[in-house]
């Protein structure tokens, strides 16, 4: 935006931009965040001349420029894309104020949905089915995640990340690739409420695993019943855990099952601030 006028500066507390939107030719990349593109095309069309936005790059959340472009048309305003990567806005257009009902949200949706998978018995109404959301396919990945451990794509609905790696748990796991750009969104979340549920993180992908380190049972709880099944297991008592409880108990991380597993479990369970899943 230097070239069009607008300049910017910031601190650690504060930015501070100041300048006047001009016409012109814009570029901007297309796979940081969708919202700078949304924003010209809703700002440009007041300005007194035609203006073009050039997308450069591969374009990610691709869907939610389709919605900003309907968004517009319901309220007068006209875009036009000459290609994928450029776009046209006539100078001089006016909004033009009407009624208008907002469809539900698939994002929110999502997450009330998640249950179903689960066990649960969630009916969500007021989704428009001839929606231009793209994450209205979230019903779709959700199937997916309940037949097996795919792979999915979330480049173009990073929205979702969240409750797709939150139903991947409690299924069978996933490898999730386009995630670059969690770390700049509200929806990065691997550090933070994952922490207990493994995962890599592996050439731009995130693997989720459908277990949780410790929960030997599957119960959703870390407690006294893990560490004693544990420590029968370790004393060469005949058990039979499931391929899912072994990698529950690697609590340690190292491929091996042995007696550092079974400390660090039980220091856990006594109270001291660990992070079970890690060396």
């Known amino acids: 935006c230097l070239s069009q006028g607008i300049e910017f500066s910031e601190d650690k507390e504060s930015v501070t931009v100041f300048g ?25 069309p007041l300005l007194e ?34 290609d994928e990567h450029t ?25 009330l949905e998640a249950f179903n998978s689960v066990g649960g018995n969630v009916a969500v109404t007021g989704l428009k089915k001839d929606t231009c959301q793209g994450d209205a396919v979230y019903r779709k990945l959700f199937g997916k995640l309940v037949r097996g451990c795919p792979e999915i794509d979330i480049s173009d609905c990073p929205d979702l990340a969240p409750v797709l790696m939150a139903v991947a748990a409690a299924n069978n796991g996933v490898r999730l690739t386009g ?9 990065d979340v691997c550090n933070n409420d994952l922490a207990l549920v493994p995962f890599d993180t592996v050439d731009g992908s995130i693997e989720i695993a459908a277990f949780v380190y ?36 690697d609590v340690y991380r190292d491929d091996t099952l042995d007696i550092r597993d079974l400390v660090k479990l039980a220091q856990y369970v006594a109270g001291r601030p660990l992070v079970l899943g890690t060396k």
Do not use: C, W
């Not at 570029?27 to 969708?34: A, C, F, I, M, Q």
């Not at 046209?88 to 999502?110: C, H, M, W």
């Not at 995630?179 to 509200?186: F, Y």
């Open 49 to 82: 001349n035609d203006s073009i936005i050039d997308i450069t790059g591969a374009i990610e959340s691709g869907s939610y420029l389709g919605m900003t472009v309907k968004a517009l048309a319901d309220f007068g305003i006209r875009i036009s894309r000459t």
């Open 87 to 111: 776009v046209f806005i006539k100078g001089n257009q006016t909004y033009k104020p009407r009624t208008l009902r907002v469809e539900g949200d698939y994002s929110n949706a999502a997450f």
């Open 214 to 249: 410790g929960d030997i049972f599957v119960d959703g709880v870390i407690d006294i019943r893990d560490l004693v099944y544990f420590a029968q297991y370790i004393a060469g008592r005949k058990l039979n855990p499931t391929s899912q409880q072994i990698m529950a108990m």
């Open 179 to 187: 995630t670059h750009r969690l770390k700049i969104k509200e929806s």
């Open 20 to 44: 006047k939107l001009r016409p012109g030719k814009y570029s901007v990349r297309g796979d940081v965040s969708s919202q700078f593109i949304s924003g010209l095309m809703i700002a440009l």
